[in-house]
């Protein structure tokens, strides 16, 4: 999507109640000019409008998703800002966004009906922007997840959550594209997500992307930021983390407090940007994938798997796509100038 750049969807909070204070100001104006001029003319004949029966069935059907999925949806609060959250099972277990708990372990937790209840962080992998919370003594609704890959372009989808701290919000769309390899702006590239039409807004973040038979498809994370908008959201483009990675992860967290497969493949180094010239080796890991194949501090990385890898945002978005256990070619830059090819065989990303 040429033009385009990602933002994450987590408000803080000081920005959250001006604009509630001015959502509700706006519906008391609202109430009373409709007051004022909602007396019916005697002489106004109604005529009843068909309606389909498809239509009156879908949108009952829509009712019943959101009636059944929202009090599995819960908000998520700590000192620095507000995000969404899915209860993940009946331990109380919430899965959410590795951004919405980065910096805190206790949180702050609203279910749709109002209760609140503390949380503490059981653990995060930031690789795939996923974390778990977890909630003690509370009878929380657990969410049921779909099987992601049975997905298709063009079904309906919709978003649960609390953007801008307005509890148990729903939009609606559908399943607009599936993308490869999207980069966050904090350096984390997503190696799959589903991009929606479903309107995804600061607060939605952890939330849930459902189906239309009230299943979690997806946490949604992203929206796309239009420089041509002046850095507004772009309209009807926001991305999920599919289910069936989240499922995984998450119970991976829960079993073991960490990850322990993250199935992502793995350099061992510490790099750095060169103004688009490359990869800077800063540091490599002994006895990892790099030094194993002999890439050595000071190299510059200039292509894996025959890709250019100018910055590190292109090196994470050309490993996301990779798998450990595969074998590829880097072109590096030595530090005498010279250019050869390695054979590397990746590692797996660690989870702790």
Same mark, same amino acid.
């Given at each position: 999507?040429?033009?385009?750049?990602?933002?994450?969807?987590?408000?803080?909070?000081?920005?959250?109640? @001006?604009?509630?204070?001015?959502?509700?100001? %706006?519906?008391?104006?609202?109430?009373?000019?409709?007051?004022?001029?909602?007396?019916?003319?005697?002489?106004?004949?109604?005529?009843?409008?068909?309606?389909?029966?498809?239509?009156? %069935?879908?949108?009952?059907?829509?009712?019943?998703?959101?009636?059944?999925? *929202?009090?599995?949806?819960?908000?998520?609060?700590?000192?620095?800002?507000?995000?969404?959250? &899915?209860?993940?099972?009946?331990?109380?277990? &919430?899965?959410?966004?590795?951004?919405?708990?980065?910096?805190?372990?206790?949180?702050?937790?609203?279910?749709?009906?109002?209760?609140?209840?503390?949380?503490?962080?059981?653990?995060?992998?930031? %690789?795939?922007?996923?974390?778990?919370? +977890?909630?003690? !003594?509370?009878?929380?609704?657990?969410?049921?997840?779909?099987? *992601?890959?049975?997905?298709?372009?063009?079904?309906?989808?919709?978003?649960?959550?609390?953007?801008?701290?307005?509890?148990?919000?729903?939009?609606?769309?559908?399943?607009?594209?599936?993308?490869?390899?999207?980069?966050?702006?904090?350096?984390?590239?997503?190696?799959?997500?589903?991009? =929606?039409?479903?309107?995804?807004?600061?607060?939605?973040?952890?939330?849930?992307?459902?189906?239309?038979?009230?299943?979690?498809?997806?946490?949604?994370?992203?929206?796309?930021?239009?420089?041509?908008?002046?850095?507004?959201?772009?309209?009807?483009?926001?991305?999920?983390?599919?289910?069936?990675?989240? +499922?995984?992860?998450?119970?991976?967290?829960?079993?073991?407090? +960490?990850?322990?497969?993250?199935?992502?493949?793995?350099? !061992?180094?510490?790099?750095?940007?060169?103004?688009?010239?490359?990869?800077?080796?800063? *540091?490599?890991?002994?006895? !990892?994938?790099? %030094?194993?194949?002999?890439?050595? =501090?000071?190299?510059?990385?200039?292509?894996?798997? !025959?890709?250019?890898?100018?910055?590190?945002?292109?090196?994470?978005?050309?490993?996301?796509?990779?798998? @450990?256990?595969?074998?590829? @070619?880097?072109?590096?830059?030595?530090?005498?100038?010279? +250019?050869?090819?390695?054979?590397?065989?990746?590692?797996?990303? @660690?989870?702790?």
């Amino acid at each position: 999507m040429p033009n385009l750049s990602f933002s994450m969807l987590r408000r803080h909070r000081r920005l959250v109640a @001006p604009l509630v204070a001015a959502l509700v100001a %706006a519906a008391v104006v609202a109430g009373i000019g409709l007051a004022t001029n909602s007396t019916p003319s005697t002489t106004t004949a109604f005529q009843k409008v068909p309606v389909p029966t498809g239509a009156l %069935a879908l949108q009952s059907a829509t009712v019943n998703v959101v009636q059944s999925v *929202s009090p599995s949806v819960v908000q998520i609060e700590d000192q620095r800002g507000l995000g969404s959250g &899915i209860v993940f099972d009946s331990a109380g277990h &919430i899965v959410t966004n590795n951004h919405v708990v980065t910096g805190a372990k206790s949180f702050t937790v609203t279910t749709s009906s109002g209760k609140r209840y503390p949380a503490t962080l059981v653990g995060s992998f930031p %690789a795939d922007d996923l974390a778990v919370i +977890k909630v003690s !003594g509370a009878d929380l609704k657990p969410a049921r997840f779909a099987d *992601s890959s049975t997905l298709q372009v063009g079904d309906i989808a919709i978003a649960i959550g609390n953007p801008l701290g307005l509890l148990s919000s729903v939009t609606e769309g559908i399943v607009s594209a599936f993308r490869q390899a999207v980069p966050e702006n904090n350096g984390v590239t997503l190696p799959s997500v589903i991009q =929606t039409s479903a309107a995804i807004n600061p607060g939605n973040s952890g939330g849930a992307l459902v189906d239309i038979k009230g299943r979690v498809i997806g946490v949604p994370t992203l929206a796309a930021i239009d420089p041509e908008l002046g850095g507004s959201a772009a309209p009807g483009i926001g991305f999920a983390i599919p289910s069936n990675l989240v +499922k995984d992860i998450a119970g991976q967290i829960v079993s073991n407090g +960490k990850v322990v497969n993250s199935h992502r493949a793995y350099l !061992g180094i510490r790099v750095g940007d060169t103004n688009g010239n490359g990869v800077y080796v800063g *540091s490599v890991t002994a006895g !990892g994938p790099a %030094a194993n194949a002999g890439l050595r =501090t000071g190299d510059v990385i200039v292509s894996i798997d !025959g890709k250019p890898t100018a910055t590190t945002g292109d090196l994470s978005a050309v490993l996301s796509e990779l798998k @450990p256990g595969q074998k590829v @070619p880097a072109v590096v830059k030595t530090q005498n100038g010279a +250019k050869k090819t390695l054979q590397v065989t990746l590692g797996t990303y @660690p989870g702790s």
